[in-house]
């Protein structure tokens, strides 16, 4: 039984998408009379349009992630990821707000649903929601007529043909949302999101705001996340890669992943307001660093050279610090004296590619002094843990990340070590359909750095393809909380 459907509402749009299709087209019928032949089935529709946004011209392609219909608004989660399949066809797509009337709209009503933010207007898709369920409805909407160039036009056959040839373009890949369709269970991996460390430093920059006022200057990404560095910058953050980009006498904000002491020299120099929002179990390794080189030791720091972690960590004794990034270095690394020998961690590394070059060190150093602590954070090894379990039950594992998050993409290669096909993505825009096809339990996780919020997003997407069992898997609660520092309390 087919699983999914694909609606248009005129015959001459069915015949623009159908050579494109294995699964049939169905013509639903023009304006607010127009009816699905099935419900309760994830449902796509495509057809013609009128632009309203001057940024939309004849031919361009607009997914709807809202419909709009006088004051009713409907929010689709199904936009992002068509629209990024759309466009990685090579097709122009546009997002956002397609209103819906019983008429066609011109002149000064044209202008009044612009006004409000809309992107284009038809006289179907609003009505279709209605009788549908819009957590499984897609919108494409290929635009014919615009303000500047109106329906009834010289020019409007030839915009009418390429809107058309826009649709057929499109046909594959909504046979392949169609082939994506089915219903699914998503396995939530427990914990995941941000961790303690992550919530304390956006909370530092948030505090500076409010304190100081904007703007206020943050060396680096505050954490590893572009939504998070997005959302803060809109609300005055400004985000420096170092700090003679600040002016003399303004407040800057060190960035959870820790710098060098050649850093907060140069803050003192130029005579800065310094926050520190360093994570307090990062400013731990920088403590076991200079422990240790400070009794005459040289110290293995085993982590990724160009982490900026690691690049702080270092800085605290470059002259006694050696970075080890694989088994291979740490099978080749030379020292001058091998009897006074210490390693520390990178925080956010994998916790068995950590222990597999730890062990290589230990045995061609036996003198190797451990730090008294672990230095991979809590929030790294129970995330870990619960992609390992999760990957062992799921066809798929999606982890929501930044890709420059070590923490994210080691949840990533733990899911593909344990036999299971695994992608790292930003948001709910980089699902591929690919990886949906024939898939049908999904885990799903977070690196520390990324908002929960999109997770629920993702998992909203997901619904748009199919009925959809939500369940956890985990059970760790992570209570550990950090104090702030004193200049934002």
Not at 97 to 119: F, K, Q, W, Y
Not at 127 to 133: E, N, Q
Not at 229 to 250: H, I, K, T, W, Y
């Given at each position: 039984?087919?699983?999914?459907?694909?609606?248009?509402?005129?015959?001459?749009?069915?015949?623009?998408?159908?050579?494109?299709?294995?699964?049939?087209?169905?013509?639903?019928?023009?304006?607010?009379?127009?009816?699905?032949?099935?419900?309760?089935?994830?449902?796509?529709?495509?057809?013609?349009?009128?632009?309203?946004?001057?940024?939309?011209?004849?031919?361009?392609?607009?997914?709807?992630?809202?419909?709009?219909?006088?004051?009713?608004?409907?929010?689709?989660?199904?936009?992002?990821?068509?629209?990024?399949?759309?466009?990685?066809?090579?097709?122009?797509?546009?997002?956002?707000?397609?209103?819906?009337?019983?008429?066609?709209?011109?002149?000064?009503?044209?202008?009044?649903?612009?006004?409000?933010?809309?992107?284009?207007?038809?006289?179907?898709?609003?009505?279709?929601?209605?009788?549908?369920?819009?957590?499984?409805?897609?919108?494409?909407?290929?635009?014919?007529?615009?303000?500047?160039?109106?329906?009834?036009?010289?020019?409007?056959?030839?915009?009418?043909?390429?809107?058309?040839?826009?649709?057929?373009?499109?046909?594959?890949?909504?046979?392949?949302?169609?082939?994506?369709?089915?219903?699914?269970?998503?396995?939530?991996?427990?914990?995941?999101?941000f961790c303690a460390g992550v919530e304390r430093a956006i909370e530092i920059v948030e505090r500076a705001l409010e304190r100081h006022g904007a703007p206020v200057y943050v060396r680096r990404q505050i954490v590893h996340n572009?939504?998070?560095?997005?959302?803060?910058?809109?609300?005055?953050?400004?985000?420096?890669?170092?700090?003679?980009?600040?002016?003399?006498?303004?407040?800057?904000?060190?960035?959870?992943?820790?710098?060098?002491?050649?850093?907060?020299?140069?803050?003192?120099?130029?005579?800065?307001?310094?926050?520190?929002?360093?994570?307090?179990?990062?400013?731990?390794?920088?403590?076991?660093?200079?422990?240790?080189?400070?009794?005459?030791?040289?110290?293995?720091?085993?982590?990724?050279?160009?982490?900026?972690?690691?690049?702080?960590?270092?800085?605290?004794?470059?002259?006694?610090?050696?970075?080890?990034?694989?088994?291979?270095?740490?099978?080749?690394?030379?020292?001058?004296?091998?009897?006074?020998?210490?390693?520390?961690?990178?925080?956010?590394?994998?916790?068995?590619?950590?222990?597999?070059?730890?062990?290589?060190?230990?045995?061609?150093?036996?003198?190797?002094?451990?730090?008294?602590?672990?230095?991979?954070?809590?929030?790294?090894?129970?995330?870990?843990?619960?992609?390992?379990?999760?990957?062992?039950?799921?066809?798929?594992?999606?982890?929501?990340?930044?890709?420059?998050?070590?923490?994210?993409?080691?949840?990533?290669?733990?899911?593909?070590?344990?036999?299971?096909?695994?992608?790292?993505?930003?948001?709910?825009?980089?699902?591929?359909?690919?990886?949906?096809?024939?898939?049908?339990?999904?885990?799903?996780?977070?690196?520390?750095?990324?908002?929960?919020?999109?997770?629920?997003?993702?998992?909203?997407?997901?619904?748009?393809?199919?009925?959809?069992?939500?369940?956890?898997?985990?059970?760790?609660?992570?209570?550990?909380?950090?104090?702030?520092?004193?200049?934002?309390?």
């Amino acid at each position: 039984m087919t699983q999914a459907q694909l609606l248009t509402p005129l015959r001459i749009e069915r015949a623009a998408v159908a050579r494109g299709m294995r699964d049939p087209v169905h013509v639903s019928g023009r304006g607010p009379d127009g009816a699905p032949p099935r419900t309760g089935l994830p449902t796509v529709v495509a057809g013609v349009a009128g632009g309203l946004d001057p940024a939309v011209h004849p031919g361009d392609l607009v997914v709807a992630d809202r419909i709009r219909c006088h004051d009713t608004e409907i929010r689709l989660p199904s936009a992002g990821p068509l629209a990024a399949a759309l466009r990685a066809a090579g097709l122009t797509v546009h997002v956002g707000t397609v209103e819906s009337a019983d008429h066609v709209v011109t002149g000064a009503e044209r202008d009044a649903l612009a006004a409000r933010g809309g992107l284009a207007v038809d006289t179907e898709s609003a009505y279709l929601a209605t009788k549908l369920d819009p957590q499984q409805l897609a919108i494409v909407r290929a635009v014919v007529d615009t303000a500047d160039d109106p329906l009834l036009h010289p020019g409007t056959l030839r915009r009418g043909v390429a809107a058309l040839r826009s649709l057929r373009r499109a046909a594959p890949v909504l046979q392949q949302w169609l082939d994506a369709c089915g219903p699914r269970t998503v396995v939530r991996a427990e914990p995941q999101s941000f961790c303690a460390g992550v919530e304390r430093a956006i909370e530092i920059v948030e505090r500076a705001l409010e304190r100081h006022g904007a703007p206020v200057y943050v060396r680096r990404q505050i954490v590893h996340n572009t939504h998070v560095v997005a959302d803060l910058e809109r609300r005055g953050a400004v985000f420096v890669q170092e700090l003679d980009e600040v002016p003399e006498g303004a407040t800057a904000v060190l960035a959870a992943h820790g710098v060098a002491p050649s850093v907060r020299r140069q803050a003192i120099e130029r005579r800065l307001h310094v926050i520190d929002a360093t994570c307090p179990l990062v400013a731990k390794v920088h403590q076991e660093v200079r422990r240790f080189s400070g009794s005459g030791r040289t110290v293995f720091l085993i982590g990724h050279a160009d982490h900026e972690e690691v690049v702080g960590t270092r800085g605290e004794a470059p002259d006694h610090v050696e970075v080890v990034g694989s088994v291979a270095d740490a099978r080749s690394v030379q020292v001058a004296h091998p009897e006074r020998v210490s390693y520390v961690m990178q925080t956010t590394l994998s916790v068995e590619e950590a222990d597999e070059i730890a062990t290589v060190l230990r045995g061609r150093f036996p003198a190797l002094q451990a730090p008294r602590r672990d230095d991979i954070c809590y929030a790294t090894s129970n995330r870990q843990h619960a992609v390992r379990q999760v990957a062992a039950d799921t066809d798929l594992v999606l982890v929501v990340g930044s890709a420059n998050s070590s923490n994210s993409m080691r949840l990533v290669e733990v899911a593909r070590a344990a036999g299971t096909d695994a992608h790292l993505i930003e948001d709910a825009s980089d699902l591929r359909l690919e990886w949906l096809t024939g898939v049908h339990r999904i885990g799903v996780s977070a690196g520390a750095s990324a908002p929960p919020t999109l997770v629920d997003e993702l998992i909203a997407a997901l619904s748009a393809f199919g009925d959809i069992e939500v369940t956890r898997h985990g059970g760790v609660t992570e209570t550990v909380q950090f104090t702030l520092p004193r200049e934002v309390v």
